[in-house]
């Protein structure tokens, strides 16, 4: 069904039904609230300009715990084509904090990713001239985009605010869950305008916009609706606009030569846009929407701008909107928000320096964005094969950026939000279920499936839920997806794989990577079969976990490209990132030590514990040329070949307690915490990718770290506050205290769990969920003597 039928249909369908919504709006503010936040306000520690500068790619806006909106400043309007892909790639949270001038609000934003989308509705207002088109940042007069300092820029959890200095406005943001709401107060009493800009995104392009259009109900109220064709392919999202009182007048611009329908239109001789005014129908429909709204008197009162967003229709996101944000009480919303944002990152209390609690509270604020909410609030959602579905007993979620985040962020989740983790599972096998491939999600978003990045990681996110009694989904179904999606014939060379043991290079690029996240995957789905009783599964992928044998060449000591003849590669370079090579957004260097699940095998390999040390110390010492890595963005953050900025090396620094030397996991986490981490705006080290950066933050700074999700241990790194707790869904608390730390005093001189003496260089989940307290000693010496048996080091998939 084409695009322009459906909208077609969808107006005919709703036209009653967004009427009778609308006269039930109700007008009232909320009554404001006696209860305040409590004494012990974490949200002031977070501060959400950490990770908007260098190449961190968060974003500064205004968002609720896992919310559908992302209500946040874009700083440009970046173009394939028109602009270097350097500044594409610096934008993609459609923010920068180097950058001068704004170009408006919009309401969906990715945190942290390496690639770039959303962008939904942007807004800005105006005094004086209204413009149409946004200007360049070097000559910001020519366009509404509007200068502006940081020193009148705020964020804090579900709020965010800016002066524009060029029109004397300060910009106020809030949401909820679905809906976004500003608030403008003008300084001067000038005339003010309020541009939609349904043509903007985060990322543009020609064609970008495959269909817009908007109606007008009211002098209040607008509906809209867009589709894109950016990462996600027709992506569609309708909006709910309401004003909080009368524009004076209105124009819907329609800039698109071939649209559709521009009902009462008056064209502008000699100009290119054509305006709707004072028509009977305020309805237009395009490639290229634009809509101005004019208020005089703008400085009489605050202005308020509110939007439901919905991806299943135009009543969904009024009702979205009339249910969630009924009022005008801008502060009640910010505290609600406020709120949420308390009670959430609550789980986690901590004693430390401002600085210290400054990073991780932002750490777990970024890591409590996503998954994120993508349903209505009448349970319907859009799923992946683009129908509308109706949640039946979850919540439906979106964004898996699954090669980031089954490292830390969704082991952290199980955690700091348990209740969330069955709603992201039951998405998963909902898209499963839906997916025309028969396939888990890879990296989707918003019903999409972007097919990016390698590996099959929805499975170990699934397993580590499972093995850790996480429950409240259908583990039967479960296991079926991820033994369906591992053996798809169609999806990266899966036959090849499992009929040699590894991925040819002559037959996909990135084999080696492939195969060993293939590898480990498989692993996640054995430990799950095992623990249901499906021993024959389970022995399967065993012997599946253990391919990453077949690509380690004992000649060169690394892990190496092979052909379907069994050939090496002979243009091997362990230091070569070549892009579309045999590795993923890295070398051989850093993928060599991905074997996670079997960390003393590979030990083994590389020549015993002291030769394993020693290329540990070459990965962190040798540096690492530019010319190896050019062709990537994402490789930064380095230790010699360490590349903190990017996954593969998120486990590495850990290995060292594998080999019986934990004083040297403890240097590097020191060294990696105080060379690559800070609390200012460039102070994430590479791109937070969806949160995965801020949980490996959170982990590390708590003294552990899940090396292979699944595996249900955790390594022993180095306490980075003096005492961290965890408050955990069954009532009980898990506390990691460190005695006597400081910066000299950053190794472990001894540990006690619940009072007793711990000798091992880790700890299990049952540690930490059953409660109690992990007590550090910390020394300026290293203890050579602590972890070191072999008993006492953590556990592979050979010592099981």
Not at 38 to 63: E, K, L, R
Not at 476 to 505: C, F, H, Q, S
Not at 682 to 704: E, I, K, R
Request: glycine share 6%; hydrophobic share 35%; aromatic share 10%.
């Amino acid at each position: 069904m084409s695009t322009l039928k459906k909208t077609s249909r969808d107006w005919a369908l709703n036209t009653v039904a967004v009427i009778s919504l609308l006269t039930a709006m109700p007008m009232l503010t909320h009554a404001e609230e006696s209860s305040a936040i409590q004494v012990n306000d974490v949200t002031q520690w977070v501060d959400p300009f950490i990770g908007t500068g260098g190449d961190g790619h968060t974003f500064p806006g205004a968002v609720v715990p896992f919310g559908m909106v992302q209500l946040s400043p874009d700083t440009a309007a970046v173009s394939r084509g028109s602009d270097p892909q350097s500044e594409i790639y610096k934008h993609s949270a459609g923010y920068h904090y180097d950058d001068k001038t704004i170009t408006g609000f919009s309401h969906t934003h990715f945190s942290g990713t390496g690639h770039s989308d959303l962008g939904d509705l942007l807004i800005m207002p105006m005094t004086g001239k209204a413009h149409v088109e946004a200007g360049s940042e070097t000559d910001p007069d020519s366009g509404y985009r509007s200068r502006f300092n940081h020193n009148a820029e705020k964020a804090s959890p579900g709020y965010y605010s800016v002066e524009l200095s060029d029109y004397k406005i300060k910009a106020e943001l809030t949401t909820t869950a679905r809906t976004g709401m500003h608030r403008y107060t003008f300084k001067e009493n000038e005339q003010a305008h309020v541009l939609l800009d349904l043509t903007a995104s985060i990322y543009n392009f020609k064609n970008k916009v495959i269909w817009s259009d908007v109606r007008v109900i009211d002098n209040q109220t607008l509906l809209a609706y867009r589709s894109t064709n950016g990462w996600a392919k027709q992506r569609d999202m309708y909006f709910a606009i309401k004003f909080s009182r009368p524009f004076d007048s209105i124009e819907l611009i329609n800039q698109d030569n071939s649209r559709y329908r521009c009902n009462g239109c008056l064209t502008k001789k000699g100009s290119k846009p054509s305006t709707i005014v004072n028509s009977a129908i305020q309805y237009t429909a395009g490639k290229a929407i634009k809509v101005l709204t004019h208020f005089k008197d703008a400085n009489t009162e605050p202005l308020m701008v509110k939007v439901g967003l919905s991806a299943v229709s135009r009543k969904n996101a009024l009702e979205n909107l009339i249910t969630e944000n009924p009022g005008w009480d801008f502060d009640d919303v910010k505290l609600q928000a406020k709120k949420q944002w308390q009670e959430q990152l609550s789980v986690v209390q901590a004693k430390g320096k401002k600085s210290e609690k400054r990073q991780l509270y932002t750490a777990l604020y970024h890591a409590l964005q996503a998954p994120s909410i993508y349903q209505d609030v009448n349970g319907q959602y859009r799923g992946v094969d683009g129908e509308i579905h109706q949640a039946d007993g979850f919540e439906n979620y979106t964004l898996f950026s699954l090669w980031d985040t089954y490292r830390a962020l969704h082991p952290l989740l199980t955690y700091i939000a348990p209740d969330k983790v069955p709603n992201m599972i039951n998405s998963m096998l909902a898209h499963y279920q839906q997916s025309y491939d028969n396939m888990l999600p890879i990296w989707s978003f918003q019903a999409h499936e972007t097919w990016t990045m390698i590996g099959y990681h929805a499975v170990s996110v699934i397993a580590d839920a499972y093995l850790k009694g996480i429950r409240n989904f259908d583990s039967e179904l479960a296991l079926k997806a991820m033994t369906d999606t591992a053996n798809n014939p169609k999806y990266d060379a899966i036959p090849e794989y499992i009929k040699r043991g590894y991925v040819p290079m002559d037959k996909l690029s990135e084999s080696v990577s492939i195969t060993l996240e293939y590898a480990y995957n498989d692993y996640t789905i054995a430990r799950m079969a095992e623990a249901m009783g499906k021993k024959y599964i389970a022995k399967t992928f065993y012997q599946r976990a253990q391919s990453y044998k077949n690509l380690f060449d004992p000649s060169v000591g690394f892990m190496r490209g092979k052909n379907s003849e069994g050939v090496w590669n002979p243009d091997f370079d362990a230091e070569d990132a070549k892009l579309m090579g045999p590795f993923t957004e890295g070398n051989s260097f850093q993928y060599t030590f991905y074997v996670p699940h079997d960390v003393n095998t590979l030990i083994d390999l590389i020549g015993g514990d002291k030769a394993f040390e020693e290329r540990l110390d070459l990965l962190f010492n040798k540096e690492l040329s530019h010319e190896k890595i050019k062709e990537h963005e994402d490789i930064a953050g380095l230790i010699g070949q360490y590349a903190h900025g990017n996954e593969p090396s998120h486990h590495i620094a850990y290995l060292y307690n594998y080999a019986g030397k934990p004083w040297r996991t403890q240097e590097r986490i020191r060294q990696i915490m105080d060379t690559l981490s800070s609390d200012q705006p460039d102070g994430l080290a590479g791109n937070d990718d969806v949160g995965q950066m801020s949980a490996w933050y959170v982990f590390s700074a708590m003294g552990f770290y899940p090396v292979a999700p699944g595996d249900l241990s955790y390594a022993i790194g180095a306490p980075q506050l003096p005492e961290i707790s965890l408050n955990l869904a069954n009532g009980k608390t898990f506390t990691v205290k460190a005695n006597k730390l400081s910066k000299k005093n950053k190794f472990i001189k001894s540990a006690r769990l619940n009072g007793k003496p711990l000798n091992r260089s880790f700890i299990t989940h049952d540690d930490i969920i059953n409660g109690g307290t992990l007590t550090f000693v910390m020394s300026n010496i290293p203890n050579k003597h602590w972890g070191i048996e072999t008993k006492n080091r953590p556990t592979s998939m050979s010592t099981h």
